[in-house]
């Protein structure tokens, strides 16, 4: 146990003092958009326009030598196929470590189109692919996404009630999802520990559902205390570590869900409400949050429906606490904002400009959250595979959560390795997990490279989910 609270602080010690943000050394010379974490460490982002339009170009953030994102440089990598740059769109990174988008509310303008383009990549050899839509759907838009616990990809339709799960191999898909109360629309899904996944009804409101994979079929959660949705838009819904549910709406309401056993309804309780500023509510209507190291929710919330300004609240389980803003809060609404967690346990946040900060959180992660080695190599060898295995190589939530616009879900495992002579840190692209099942005792298997680049000698490998690192294990690099 002490070991494992040194390589917790550890981890943080390169950090900024607690509940700050700190604007990227080397800025980007795009509007960044949706932003994803890849298996190798690196995040990559969409470019947007100045005008917030979305494009096929895509950067990718590589942190430094120290593992430092604050200080980390920009590539751009492989753009979109041809006719393809979405804004408001589905997005998941897979268990082989592909990344998947589909979608989007517009598409290269801001003519609203809800395409039904999607596309896939492979970050191995840098390509993009086109990917077919599940067959008959003519939209997937604003659609809402999540990988399962069993590792395949669920795909909402905007503007009906259908869902489709995606074979990775053979990129054909499954229709699923009967009895869903009402449409998708402007919904976001939580997988919850069971590996059902909730979702707060917006149409249909105050009713909520959940989805039990066994079966493909919906059924009811229960009802919120007040209703969540406003102006048909939702919040974001965060599993915390506790296994209860903080679900946000664009009402200014909360309500905090826990879940039923064997796909009961479970029991909805009322959460705090967003404080009244300046006479006007403080909601969500479309906005992100993120589960932090120590188990708080970091979310973002404006004034009536998309009005500026900006501000962030972290609940702790009982109260919304207000946590200083971005250097841009004046001009932000809910909406732009886009939460990732890095594996230093820090929130990355975008807002579709050039300016783009890490925020640094308070307290320190419960060491019974953090993943725990099993089985791994001794010594490893320059661009050579290996398998390792533990429990909790997920995480105990999907991480960040917007809704139907946006999804940057970081619960899979990172492989890093810190070499004791020099100090830098070197992450290994994992793939093939063999679970994404959040807050899980069962054993989790995943397979990592050794990047070439990697210095040799005695050095220390954690498995990293959700910004927290397991025990280190003592690991020679040849």
Not at 115 to 134: E, F
Not at 163 to 190: C, H, R, Y
Not at 261 to 285: H, Y
Not at 287 to 294: F, I, K, R, S
Request: proline share 7%.
């Amino acid at each position: 146990m002490r070991k494992l609270l040194l390589t917790l602080l550890i981890s943080f010690a390169s950090l900024a003092p607690a509940q700050t943000w700190q604007p990227l050394t080397n800025q980007p010379s795009f509007a960044a958009g949706t932003a994803l974490l890849l298996t190798d460490g690196t995040v990559i982002v969409q470019a947007l326009t100045t005008g917030g339009v979305g494009t096929r170009a895509w950067w990718k953030l590589t942190p430094d030598s120290s593992g430092s994102y604050v200080n980390g440089t920009w590539s751009e990598i492989a753009p979109l196929p041809a006719g393809y740059g979405p804004l408001y769109f589905a997005s998941a990174v897979l268990p082989s470590g592909h990344v998947v988008v589909n979608g989007g509310e517009y598409n290269l303008s801001t003519n609203q189109s809800e395409t039904n383009l999607g596309a896939i990549y492979n970050p191995v050899t840098n390509k993009w692919r086109k990917l077919a839509a599940p067959k008959g759907w003519s939209q997937i838009g604003d659609a809402q996404s999540v990988v399962l616990a069993d590792g395949s990809y669920m795909l909402g339709n905007c503007c009906n009630s259908a869902q489709a799960i995606l074979d990775a191999k053979t990129l054909t898909w499954t229709i699923t999802g009967k009895g869903k109360a009402d449409a998708n629309s402007e919904e976001g899904w939580t997988l919850l520990p069971d590996g059902s996944v909730l979702t707060v009804d917006v149409l249909d409101a105050p009713n909520t559902e959940r989805y039990l994979p066994s079966s493909g079929t919906w059924s009811t959660a229960g009802k919120t205390p007040a209703n969540l949705s406003e102006y048909t838009e939702m919040g974001p819904a965060v599993l915390r570590p506790d296994g209860t549910v903080f679900a946000t709406g664009a009402s200014g309401h909360t309500a905090i869900y826990t879940p039923g056993a064997g796909g009961a309804a479970g029991k909805w309780t009322a959460g705090p409400t967003f404080p009244t500023i300046g006479a006007k509510q403080i909601d969500i209507a479309d906005g992100p949050g993120a589960l932090l190291p120590n188990g708080d929710v970091l979310v973002a919330a404006s004034p009536q429906n998309y009005k500026t300004p900006l501000y962030f609240y972290e609940f702790d389980g009982t109260n919304l606490n207000s946590v200083p803003s971005t250097s841009d809060a004046a001009n932000d609404s809910s909406y732009q904002g886009r939460m990732l967690v890095l594996p230093t346990g820090q929130i990355l946040f975008t807002d579709s400009t050039r300016s783009v900060e890490i925020f640094t959180g308070a307290g320190s992660p419960n060491p019974a959250w953090a993943p725990s080695i099993s089985s791994a190599p001794s010594t490893v060898t320059h661009g050579k595979a290996y398998e390792i295995s533990g429990v909790l190589f997920n995480g105990m939530s999907q991480g960040a959560v917007y809704g139907d616009d946006a999804q940057s879900a970081t619960n899979y495992p990172l492989v890093r390795i810190t070499i004791t002579s020099s100090g830098h840190v070197f992450y290994c692209r994992t793939y093939n997990h063999s679970s994404m099942a959040v807050a899980s005792a069962a054993t989790v298997s995943t397979h990592f490279h050794v990047p070439a680049t990697i210095e040799t000698g005695a050095g220390e490998l954690v498995v990293v989910a959700n910004g927290i690192a397991s025990m280190p294990v003592a690991v020679t690099v040849n």
